[in-house]
Every structure is written in C-alpha cells, then in structure tokens.
C-alpha cells in the first residue's frame, strides 16, 4: 500500500508539472506579448521604453527557456507571482477567493448528489415505463439548459417574485441558497445519467437475481445490492464532477455577483492578468489531482474486489478506471 | 475536415465516411463498377429506411426540424427575419411577445426575434468552429497516437490526460486571456479545450480497428501504411467521432454562449445569444422575455443536437 501511495503520488506532481507546462505554453509562448496584453488597447500611450522597462521587471525580456525554468522554480517553492493589475501575489487572491467558492460547491454538490442520485434511482424503480421514460429524459434537459439563464430565471423567480432569497452577495446562508442550486443542475444531470446507466446495469447481473430467487423485496435488491455496486463508478467520476463546479463557479458567481474564485477568474481574464489566470487553471489541476488521488486510495477500502484483482493483475483494474472516466 | 464538412457529418454520417475515403476512390477507379450501382440500390433504401425511422421518432424528428430552422437562421436570416437587428424603434421599447414582436422589443426598441435569428449566425459559427479545430486537430493527433503506437502514442495520451485534468471552460478561459476577446477567438479556445476528448476516443477507436482482420489482410496484401491508415483505418474508425461531433456541437453553443454571456465575445451591439441573455439582466425585473426567450433557444438547439447525436449513435450500434 505505501509503495501504491507513493507512485500515485509521483504520478500526481508529474501531472501538476505537466499543468504547469502546458499554462505556461498557453499564455506565455502563443503569438502574442503579454506587457501589451497587459496593457489592452492602451499600449500606444506606453513609450516603447516603458514596455521594455516592464518587460525587465517581468524577466519577459529574457528567452522562453530560462522564463520556463526560473518561474517552476520560484512556483516550486509556492511563489506564482504577483498580480499585474493591483500588484498582490497570486497565492494570496486565491487563498482568499477558494473560501465562498468553496461554501456554494460544497451545498451544489450535496444538492446534486442528492436529487441527480434520487433521481436515477426513482426513474429506475418506478414500474411504469412511461414514467421511468420521462424522468429518464430530465437529465440530458438539465445538461442542455445553459446555466446563466437559469441562474438569472432563478433570480426572477426567487429573489424578484417571490422575494425569498436576495437575488446578489455573499452575506448569510440565503444568499448560497440559489448559488448552490444553480451550480447543482449540470452537476445533478451528470450525476443522473452515471448513476442510472450503472444501476441499470447492476439490476440485470446474475447476483441481483440470486438476491430475488432468496426472497429479497424489490426494494432490498434495488438499495441493499444494485445501489450500493453502482454508485462505485460514479464515485471515479467525482474528479470529473469537482472540475465542474469549478468551471459552474466562473458563471454562477458573475450571475449573482457573488466574490469567489469564479468572479476572480471572470475579471482576471477580462483584465488579462495573465499570472491569476495560470494560478487559477493550476489550482483546478490541483484541485482535480487531489480528488482523484482521494478516490483511488478509498476506492479499495469501498469495494473489497478491487485489491484483491489488482495484487495479481494490477494492469487489468488500471485499465479499467479510465474506461469508465471516458464513458462519463 | 471543415467546420461545414463536419455539418454534414451530423446529418449524414455515410457521406462523412466518403469524403475520408475520398482520395483513394480516385486512385483506384477499378472499385466503381457493378458494385458502385449496387451500393446505390442498397443506399436509397438505408435513405428510406432511416426517413421512415425519423417520422417515427417524434422526439427525432422534432430536432431535426429546429436544427434546420437554425441552420436557416444561420445561413439566411433574412428569410425568417426581415428587420435590421441593430436598429429599433425607440416608442416600442420593452413590450411583451406579440404578434407583431414575437420575441418582444428590448430598451432601445429592437425587436428581439430579429437580433435572435441575426446572431445565430455569430454563435452558431464560432460552434461550428469550434468542432472543427477540436475535431481535426484531435482526430489526427488520435489516429497518429493509436496508428504510430509507442513513444508518440505515450506522450500524445500523456498530454491528453494532462488536459483532461483542467475543466474545459478554465483551460478556453486562459486560450483567450493568451488570444484575446471576439468570436473567432472564443471559438479557437473552445475547439482547443475539446481537443483531448476527441483524440482519446479517435485513438481507442483506432486500436479497436488497427487490430482487425481486415487492416491484417490490407498489410499482408503489400498496401501501403498511408493507404491502410486513410483507406481502412480512418473511414472505419470515425463513426464514434462523429457521434462525439454532435454531442460536441451543443456542449460548443452551451460554451460559446456562455463565453459571450461573460463579456469574451464580440462587442455589444453584434446580437450573439450569450450577449443577448446577458443584455437582458438590468431588465430581469420587468422584462422576462429578454433573457428567457434567448435563453430557451439555447438550450433547445443543444437539446436538438444531443438528440440527434444519440440517434447516430443508436443507427451505429443498430448496423
């Protein structure tokens, strides 16, 4: 197990490394000179004096290589630069950006576990098919509406019609309320879609018809047996899911004014301040990174079968990870 | 592959797999011959067979029509809407849908179905755009991975899963922090960011294909693996892709749309329907049709395209 901890660990920096490289290509080394991007259209009021003072103060004046080597080095030590519009390292916006982020992912996701969970298992219960049909049909719905507007609906409704929950900010719990939900829908219609095909999948395996033949209500066999196998491969998606509501979080929060890290990337890339932006897109890396590394040393201690196929086949369970990530 | 070839891929996968069987129909003129007349018996009746299929399907048909409707929009608005999108008349501001505004008229009194069916085209390009970069570029990097094998195969599926590691809308968010506002930007970042999905499953496919009787007896016959990669690998390997392209179609206007609803599109007065559900908010009180009515549009023809990319993908699954 600890030497399992250990490669899954080198394996986790290798891709945060990766993340790095390819934010790096991405904003430093496309056509393109980031002082000018800085500056938007005002760069002709800047002397070409100016912009070569900044580019030195930026170390930009130098080849990309040595830009590459020496900013992994000073982001190895935890320094990812300072912003360009009001000087602040980057660190220090985002520690103080994840918190109101963190509180509306965290009630989205209990929402969408919740309804998107109880939703594949109602429509996979219920005998009537024409029921199942149009409760199955709810999820590509959910995935389909954008989530601005249905944020701003959501606004018109409960914050303008119904004045139940203030329709902007960051103060009190009413305030996550609609966030939350917002962020919840494409998350919950993921959830759905996983959960129902898998369950659908469980019900027709020679166990849930041994748990019958003994007499186990319809009920026992759909909770006790199939649920609890197929909310294993929903759980490999949550890396998936997380990156979502981060991604959720950049229009949520522009919708309902909320601060967060989403309303920093939106005015970051508005501003192109190109150093929060790399910090932003590293920490969802990492975000995703830490999540998946979390799944994979649970999902042994969830599912007894996976460490003992693994001991003696141990390329056989690491194919079959991603498979599911990819039928997501 | 075009942004206007991959259009007809959605509609018509067959015609999708002949245009990549192209070039070699050219070099080997001996195939066209009783067998040519055959196919096109065999054809008009999977043409019948799937016209019938669709009046069927409701549902299917349903997409269908409004995906016409929006490639109507797109191409010739004029003909669902005669007006000027950027001029109103400022005595007929904020009114409700009626017959006369279908859509209603937003503050500066300009009719709002007009500047809906006008922006289509804007948002529906950069779509359009955007499944062509992300299906070209992740195609050949899939087929090179999944062909070549070895190293190239390792360090393509490496980045991939690097990429796959960033939620999609962060990684286009940073392609335009680097390539700057406007439509074709929003739809280069948004192409780039689906990249990975494609390539993963363009190079599984292909693995699947590369190993099959045919592509054994293709090599063993003396072809060439230029000839057996864009003859047999290539036009048997697209069908998941194509699939993937519609499904890439509506998860590209849901992106587009809210890339222009945060303010990364073109300038305000150009009617792209991301920027129309944001022009609506400072009326959100009074004025629900100006963010609902856009808003709808969006999801509907998202819907339309995942219905029609699930209908491919049960044509294939059924043949």
Do not use: C
Request: proline share 6%.
């Amino acid at each position: 197990m600890t030497r399992y901890l250990a490669v899954r660990l080198a394996q986790a920096l290798g891709v945060l490394w990766a993340a790095y490289t390819v934010t790096f290509v991405v904003l430093y080394a496309l056509p393109g000179d980031p002082v000018s991007l800085m500056y938007g259209g005002d760069s002709s009021d800047v002397t070409p004096e100016q912009l070569a003072a900044l580019r030195a103060q930026y170390g930009l004046d130098r080849p990309l290589p040595v830009q590459y080597v020496s900013q992994l080095g000073l982001a190895l030590q935890g320094d990812l630069g300072t912003s360009v519009v009001n000087g602040r390292p980057v660190t220090a916006l985002i520690a103080e950006a994840v918190p109101p982020t963190a509180q509306i992912a965290a009630l989205g996701l209990l929402l969408a576990l919740v309804l998107g969970g109880g939703l594949a298992v109602g429509a996979t219960y219920v005998r009537s098919r024409a029921l199942s049909q149009t409760l199955l049909s709810l999820p590509p719905l959910g995935v389909a509406i954008p989530s601005f507007w249905f944020g701003l609906t959501l606004v018109q409704w409960f914050s303008f019609t119904f004045p139940l929950f203030p329709a902007v900010g960051n103060k009190g719990f009413s305030s996550l309320v609609l966030p939350a939900i917002t962020l919840a829908l494409p998350t919950g219609a993921l959830v759905a879609q996983m959960l129902s095909r898998s369950l659908l999948g469980t019900l027709h395996e020679p166990w849930a018809d041994t748990a019958r033949a003994k007499g186990a209500s319809r009920a026992r066999v759909h909770l006790g047996h199939a649920l609890r196998n197929a909310a294993l491969p929903t759980l490999t998606v949550t890396g998936l899911v997380v990156g979502g509501l981060l991604s959720g979080a950049v229009v949520t929060e522009t919708v309902f004014s909320r601060a967060g890290l989403g309303r920093l990337t939106a005015t970051s890339v508005g501003a192109q301040d190109i150093p929060v932006v790399q910090g932003i897109v590293l920490f969802a890396a990492l975000v995703y990174v830490l999540v998946n590394l979390l799944v994979d040393v649970l999902y042994p201690l969830l599912d007894p079968r996976i460490v003992r196929v693994r001991r003696p086949r141990p390329v056989a369970a690491r194919a079959a990870a991603p498979a599911l990530v990819g039928a997501a | 592959m075009t942004a206007v070839d991959a259009l007809t891929a959605l509609t018509d996968p067959a015609r999708a797999a002949g245009t990549g069987a192209g070039p070699d129909q050219a070099s080997a003129p001996v195939d066209t011959g009783i067998h040519g007349r055959d196919e096109d018996v065999v054809a008009r009746h999977v043409w019948r067979g799937r016209l019938v299929d669709v009046l069927r399907r409701p549902g299917l048909l349903l997409a269908v029509v409004w995906t016409g409707l929006v490639l109507l929009a797109a191409f010739a608005p004029a003909v669902l809407a005669s007006g000027d999108p950027l001029t109103g008349v400022p005595a007929d501001k904020l009114q409700g849908p009626s017959a006369a505004h279908w859509f209603g008229t937003d503050q500066l009194g300009r009719d709002l179905f007009t500047r809906v069916v006008h922006g289509t085209h804007l948002t529906l390009q950069a779509a359009l755009v955007a499944v062509g970069v992300g299906l070209v570029v992740g195609a050949l990097l899939g087929l090179l991975a999944g062909f070549v094998g070895g190293v190239l195969d390792d360090v393509v599926m490496r980045t991939v899963d690097v990429l796959l590691s960033i939620p999609s809308l962060l990684l286009s968010l940073a392609l335009i922090t680097a390539l700057g506002f406007g439509t074709v930007n929003v739809a280069i970042a948004v192409g780039l960011a689906s990249v990975a999905s494609v390539a993963r499953i363009m190079r599984s496919e292909v693995l699947r294909v590369r190993t099959s009787v045919y592509v054994e007896a293709a090599h063993a016959g003396g072809s060439r693996w230029w000839s057996v990669l864009f003859r047999h690998v290539l036009p048997n390997s697209t069908g998941p892709v194509v699939v993937l392209a519609a499904l890439e179609l509506g998860a590209a206007i849901l992106a587009v749309s809210a890339l222009s609803f945060l303010g990364y599109g073109e300038p305000p007065p150009a009617p792209e329907w991301g920027a129309l559900v944001s022009g609506g908010r400072d009326h959100l009180r009074t004025s629900w049709w100006l963010t609902t009515l856009p808003g709808l549009t969006i999801a509907a023809s998202v819907l339309a395209a995942g219905r029609i990319s699930r209908a491919l993908d049960g044509d294939r699954g059924a043949r």
